[in-house]
């Protein structure tokens, strides 16, 4: 049976995109359109769907939650981490109860865009806009360190070069020009065709001088071989600008040691046009639990709960926290620590306890004392994400579940403690 | 394994630059323990110059060490138009993890997208399975 008239919400990545139409029959999902084939293998759920289980036995769920409150009660310095998979509602239980618990707190973006969302959050960068304000008047689209046709499918169909916009009524034909600067021939440097821009590893900031200079009407000069007339050209395309977007992803995010030169661009391209900055986030929900954790105590990642003080800094960020081995326990929610860090420091989750909660099977969970299946959010669990840009979306479930949602299990665990 | 047996081909220096594959992000969202995501992450992708100075031909097992792991993965000839020697990609994922340096320079972050390592001829030595990589198995 078709849901004619219903939309779905993919959360397989930080678009949402919310025009998701799907086909069901038995409370199982038949067929998924619209979607990416990452979306609609997200959509369709996991091969591998997580067992409950406590020391490698299975287990009911009440036991697990019981005993998952035990290993927390006794331990004295236990890291939560995870919740870029989580919906809002389970990401402000995971807060409340690392209060409880006196618990370090961190999430991916610590080794991420985490940078990027905490200089937008604390006002340090202001030219921000949303996904629809591009569609609707972006005419440069420039992807820095960003390869969206593999990491987010639908952003340049849905939202930036493709698309007809309100004042762009010609889309990529005549309206828009799109940009990569990058380390690699990604395929979305292929899409930009003349408009791709090599440039070797850890040159970014040079560039970016270089840019900047041009901008000011001096001789641009790069220690790599890039042709000045080269440089000369995307400056004056940037300098032509009506409506400029830098979208920034990990390419960019990783080369740079801090914020500044990014600033200083931005700063030097509304000088002379008219630019926005937005970061290219992966997991779906990143940006919200980086909102809600800053709401609560002022930082968006890495801190540690102290009876009625919070503390901060990188010695709290889940990579020093596991390296340094300070850390007797690890609940992790919607996230695969095992698979995502340097295998250097995620060896040493072998030596505490570990609890998941998640839908599917990780390579985490496969090391885990103990595994609580949740429900798939955005397809058996309905909620709200924060946007890449700062958008609040609503979802429903697609399908019915008998698996808890991990805001649920988070808050029974709160009440067994 | 017997990584002692590598020391005797000859090995040389590459930098390696990780990436994202949407083909890849689709078989880790059907199964993170599958042969497709195995066979779409377990690999290089390297110059076609560097891969004849290097004596290794696409498909052979090539051996990548540095001090914080080593792994075995599968070598396949680049398809980028642009020459880039000296320079290898590989997908993000748990076998270019095996690599990444645990020194963040107190900033918490580790440097995942470019890599310094060594490259050697495996002589056909099997892919490690994701359950049979090292950051599991310690
Ligand atoms: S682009 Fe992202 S949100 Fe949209 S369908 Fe693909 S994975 Fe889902």
């Keep these: ?417 | 394994m017997d990584f002692g047996k590598f020391l005797e081909t000859p090995e040389y220096d590459i930098k390696i630059i990780t990436y994202r594959d949407i083909f890849q992000s689709e078989a880790l969202e059907n199964s993170l323990f599958g042969d497709e995501y195995k066979d779409l992450s377990a690999i290089i992708k390297l110059d076609s110059k560097d891969m004849e100075k290097m004596g290794i031909k696409s498909g052979n097992i090539v051996y990548l060490k540095n001090k914080y792991g080593d792994v075995v993965v599968k070598a396949v000839e680049s398809d980028s138009e642009n020459p880039h020697r000296g320079y290898a990609y590989m997908p993000n994922s748990p076998w270019s993890n095996s690599l990444v340096s645990d020194e963040t320079g107190n900033t918490g972050v580790p440097n995942y997208k470019l890599i310094d390592a060594s490259i050697s001829d495996a002589k056909g030595e099997d892919i490690a399975d994701i359950e049979k990589l090292e950051v599991v198995n310690v």
């Design chain 1, 1 to 417: 049976m078709e849901d004619e008239d219903k939309y779905n919400v993919c959360t397989a990545c930080s678009i949402l995109c919310d025009d998701i139409e799907i086909e069901t029959e038995n409370n199982s999902i038949t067929g998924v359109y619209t979607a990416c084939r990452k979306g609609v293998s997200r959509i369709q759920t996991c091969n591998e769907p997580m067992p409950c289980t406590l020391d490698g036995k299975d287990t009911d769920v009440d036991t697990a939650i019981s005993e998952t409150a035990n290993i927390l009660k006794k331990s004295e310095n236990p890291l939560i981490f995870g919740l870029g998979n989580s919906t809002e509602g389970a990401q402000k239980k995971a807060i409340e109860l690392a209060k409880q618990l006196n618990a370090n707190l961190d999430d991916t973006s610590s080794f991420c865009q985490g940078p990027v969302v905490e200089a937008i959050l604390n006002g340090e960068i202001n030219y921000t806009c949303t996904l629809d304000d591009v569609r609707n008047n972006a005419d440069v689209i420039v992807y820095w360190g960003a390869d969206p046709a593999n990491s987010h499918p639908r952003h340049l169909s849905k939202y930036t070069y493709f698309p007809r916009g309100k004042y762009r009524q010609k889309g990529y034909d005549e309206d828009r020009t799109a940009i990569a600067i990058d380390v690699r021939e990604s395929s979305t440097a292929e899409i930009c065709g003349n408009n791709s821009y090599l440039i070797p590893p850890q040159k970014d900031e040079e560039l970016i001088d270089a840019l900047i200079d041009a901008l000011s009407g001096k001789v641009p000069k790069v220690s790599f071989e890039m042709n000045k007339k080269r440089i000369l050209e995307l400056a004056n395309i940037l300098k032509k600008a009506k409506y400029g977007v830098i979208f920034a992803g990990l390419g960019l995010v990783y080369s740079l040691d801090n914020f500044e030169p990014i600033k200083r661009l931005m700063d030097k391209l509304n000088e002379v046009s008219n630019f926005y900055f937005n970061p290219m986030i992966g997991h779906y929900n990143m940006r919200g639990f980086n909102q809600n954790l800053f709401n609560e105590t002022g930082y968006i990642n890495r801190v540690k709960f102290k009876d009625s003080e919070v503390k901060h800094g990188y010695e709290y960020s889940v990579v020093e926290l596991l390296k340094n081995k300070s850390v007797d326990s690890a609940l992790i929610i919607g996230s695969d620590p095992m698979c995502s860090l340097p295998g250097s420091i995620a060896r040493n989750l072998n030596k505490i306890p570990i609890i998941t909660i998640d839908p599917c099977e990780t390579l985490t969970s496969r090391k885990s004392r103990i595994n609580i299946p949740s429900a798939l959010s955005g397809v058996e669990c309905g909620g709200s994400a924060i946007r890449m840009d700062g958008v609040r979306v609503n979802f429903e479930p697609m399908i019915e579940t008998s698996k808890i949602s991990d805001e649920e299990i988070l808050r029974r665990v709160m009440e067994e403690l």
